[in-house]
């Protein structure tokens, strides 16, 4: 395939039949649906703060919170995420780096190396509404 351009980054494995590349990109939606679903975990939350506040992310954007290295001997995820006040947050963050690590490498066969978790903030819940 003349004028193919690989990905820069991109996870490439080759088999017996053809060449897979995967985008960073997928490894970060991946990887923030599956810390969504963490217990303790609101969110995903952008990566920068602005003016000390911590952005929540919406479920289409949960990439954004995701920060994706790719080394030579696996992968190193960056997670920055919104935690529920009245959790043990060192919990949350050890449960947090398992499961993803385990859908990473259940889904994409790839090691991953590192699972970092930032928390950039906490939710708290007053009289069923969200602040």
């Known amino acids: 395939m003349k004028g193919k351009v690989k ?3 991109a996870l490439t ?17 991946i990887v923030g649906h599956a810390a969504s679903e963490c217990y ?3 969110g995903m939350a952008a990566r920068g703060l602005r003016d ?12 954004r919170g ?10 190193v995820i960056e997670l920055y995420i919104i935690a529920e ?7 949350v ?12 490498e259940k889904t994409l ?11 950039q903030g906490i939710h708290t819940e007053r009289d069923g509404a969200r602040h």
């Open 7 to 9: 990905a820069p980054d």
């Open 40 to 42: 303790g975990v609101v």
């Open 13 to 29: 494995r080759t088999a017996s039949l053809g060449r897979i590349e995967v985008s960073p990109r997928v490894v970060a939606s």
């Open 93 to 104: 963050a050890h449960n947090l780096m398992s499961g993803v690590r385990y859908h990473v």
């Open 85 to 91: 006040y009245g959790t043990r947050i060192s919990e």
């Open 52 to 63: 000390g506040i911590a952005e929540l992310l919406n479920r289409e954007s949960a990439h």
């Open 109 to 119: 066969g790839l090691p991953v190396l590192a699972v970092n978790v930032n928390v």
């Open 66 to 75: 995701v920060q994706v290295q790719v080394l030579p001997d696996g992968i």
